[in-house]
């Protein structure tokens, strides 16, 4: 039995990849680039300002993620942690361990990343992803309801736990 746990539109990139060897990395990489024109920016924080990341279902973020790379969104370490928390990924996993999985639960994407990253900063673990995915989550209009207080990018609290996790 094959269990698909990428979205589609995740596929597509990688076969571009794979295809091309390097040349194809290349050429991937400058035509996902190419689609974050402005008109596209505007079509992707159309999509952004229409989900509630702090209340939101596996099942809408697969929705999410593909509005996103239709409208130009390039897929990068961000998008793949974002697919991350889809249905199609979050069913394979909880098939192969053998759990119940519920597509309609709804889940606060900005709580749960900051906890994991609470964990990874008391275990010595790198914080770049968290930080880094910290800030794409803010660019939802949703987000901005829970950041914490004094949070905005380039000097929130996601930062100063980056800073303390640098400066050991």
Not at 61 to 73: N, P, R, S
């Amino acid at each position: 039995m094959h269990i698909s746990m990428v979205p589609s539109s995740t596929m597509r990139y990688s076969r571009a990849l794979i295809a091309g060897g390097s040349a194809g990395a290349a050429d991937a990489s400058r035509s996902f680039q190419a689609e974050r024109s402005s008109a596209a920016s505007s079509r992707v924080s159309e999509v952004k300002a229409n989900y509630d990341v702090t209340n939101i279902s596996p099942r809408e973020i697969d929705k999410m993620f593909e509005k996103l790379v239709d409208t130009g969104h390039s897929i990068d370490e961000d998008m793949l942690m974002l697919s991350s928390r889809g249905e199609e990924f979050l069913s394979g996993i909880a098939t192969i361990a053998g759990h119940i999985f519920d597509p309609i639960a709804r889940n606060n994407l900005v709580e749960t990343n900051r906890s994991n990253m609470e964990f990874a900063r008391l275990h010595g673990g790198n914080l770049a992803g968290y930080v880094s995915f910290d800030h794409f989550l803010s660019t939802f209009g949703s987000s901005q309801d829970t950041l914490l207080p004094g949070h905005n990018p380039g000097n929130s609290y996601v930062d100063s736990l980056w800073a303390m996790s640098t400066q050991e």
